[in-house]
C-alpha cells in the first residue's frame, strides 16, 4: 500500500493499492488489446472522449484543486492555474490540432521522381509507458496520456508513488469520462515497479523526472531499442540587464524562484543582474521575498514541500553556499529550519560564485541565489555554464539585444521580459537539451512523437520501368550528362534531353 501523506499536516489521507512487480507483463497484455480498438477508430471520434473529459473536470475543478493541494501542499490557487488549467487547455488543443497533425502530409517529389506522389503519415506505437514526477502530478502526467492516446496510443501511466492520491484521480477521470477499459491504465508504486515496467518492453517510454533517473532509463531502453523522450531537470538562469523595467524583473524573479516551493523544472534557479543595478534589484527582491505569506489558506502565496528528501538537498545546498562566502538576504539559516515542517521560508542569497552547488546543481527548492555581471559576454557565459539547458529568461528594453543573448544561450525554452512561459502555450514544442533532456512534446512534435512515422511514394503503376532500374548497359554516360545540367552550373538542356531519351531507350 501507498500512503497518501498531507505534507502540510503531515497526516495520511489514504492508503492506495499498489500494483504489484509480477502484474507489469499483464498490464501491456490488457492495453494491447484495448490499443486495437482504439486505433481503429477515426481521430474525431477519439476526440469526441477528449471532449467529454474537458467538460468533466471543468466541472469538478473544487474536488480537482482540493485533491491536488492536499496530495502536494501547494496552494489551491496555484493547483488550479498551474496543474490543472494546463491539462484543460492542452485537451482544447488537441481537440483543435490533432486531427490536422495526424493527417497525410504531403511532401513535393524531386524531378528525378516526377509523376509520383509523396506523403507522410502517422501510425500509432502502440502502448506507451509514461512515468511522472511529483511538483506537478496532473499535467506532467495527463498531457503526455492525452497526447499518445490522440496518436492511436493505449498508455499505461506510473505515477509518482509521492502523490498517489493524484494517480487515483487520474485513473478516475478517464473511467468516469467514459474511456474504454484498460486503454489508461494507472499503476501505482515506487522506483522498482517503474523498472519492471521498462523492462517488460513498452512501445515507447515518455519520462519525466530526475536526471539520475532518466539515465537509468535510458540505458534499459538502449538495451532493447526502445525509443524514449526524456524530459528532465533544469537549471534555469534569469538575466537582467540595466535597461530592464526592474519592478516586473524583480516580481517575475521571485515568483519564478518560489512559485510551487521552486519545485518546478523550469523554476528560477540563478538570477544574473548587470552590476549598475544589481544593489536596486536585490532591494526590490529582499521586500517581495519577505512579504509573501506562507500556509495553506487561499490567500497564501507559498505551501510546504511536497517530497520531505528535496528539503536535504535544499539545506545541503544552501549551507555550501554559506559556508562559502554567501549572505543570506532572506528565509532561514539551515540550521533554523524546523526539523519535521514541510515549510521552506523563501530563501534568498547573494556573494554567490558560479562554480558553488546552488549555481551549478538543480536546487528544486525555494532559494534565489543572484550574482551581478558587467557584460552581454559575460552573461551569456555564466548562463550557459552548467550541464542543464531547459530554460532561460532574458530582461532589457532593448528587445534585439534580449533575442540575440536569447539565442546564444544553449537551451530548449527561453522567454523575453517574462519567466517560465513556452510551456503554458501548447502551440510550441516543449523539452530541454544537453542534460535537461533528450526530445520533445508539445506543439506538433508532442503527438507525433507517439508515432511511427512512415514516409510513403505512389507511383500511378502505368509506366513498364524506371531509369534507375536494371539493366544499367548504355545509361552511364547519358546519365552524367543528364545531372551535370540538373545539379551543375553549366545547363546544356538540349544534351540533357537527348541524354534523357537515350536512358529511356535503354531502360525498355
Ligand atoms: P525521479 O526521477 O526521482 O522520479 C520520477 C519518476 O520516476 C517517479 O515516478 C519514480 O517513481 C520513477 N522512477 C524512479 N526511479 C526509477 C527507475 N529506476 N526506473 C523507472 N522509474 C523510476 O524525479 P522526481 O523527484 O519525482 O521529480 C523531480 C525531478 O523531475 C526534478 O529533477 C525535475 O527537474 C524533473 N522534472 C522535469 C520536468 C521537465 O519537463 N523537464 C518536469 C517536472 C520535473
Redesign the pocket.
Known sequence: MLKAINPATGKQIKEIEEVQLSQAGELYQKAEQAQKLWNAKPVKERLEYFKALRLLMASKLESLTTILHADTGKPKPEALATDIVPVLDFIQHLEKTAESALSKQNKPTTMMFWGKKSYIEYMARGTILI??????PLQ?AMVPVLSALAGGNAAVL?????TPLTGKLIELLFKEAGFPPHLVQVAQ??????????KEKPDYIF????????K??QE?AAKDLIPTT?????KDPLIVFEDANLDRAAKAAVWGSFTNSG?????TERVYVQRSVYPSFVRKVQELTVSLKQGSSLNDDIGTMT?P??IQTVREHVADALNNGAKLMAGNLPEEMEEDSMYIRPILLIDVKQDMKIMQE?T?GPVMPIMPFDTEEEAVELANGTIYG?NASVWSSDLERAERVVSRIVTGNASVNDVMLT?MNPNLP???VKQ??IGSYHGENGIRIFCHEKSVMTDPGKKGTEIQWFPYRGKYKPFKALFQTVYGTEKNWKQAAQAFRTIMKHSK
Open positions: 512515468i511522472s514526477p511529483w511538483n506537478y506532467l506510473k505515477p509518482s508513488e509521492v508504486g515506487g522506483k522498482e515497479l517503474g523498472e519492471a515496467l521498462v519520462f519525466t523526472g530526475s536526471v539520475k533517473t532518466g537509468v532509463i534499459q526524456l524530459e528532465l531537470g533544469g519545485q518546478v523544472c523550469m523554476s517530497d528528501r528535496q538543480e528544486f531547459l510551456v516543449f523539452g530541454g535537461s533532456g
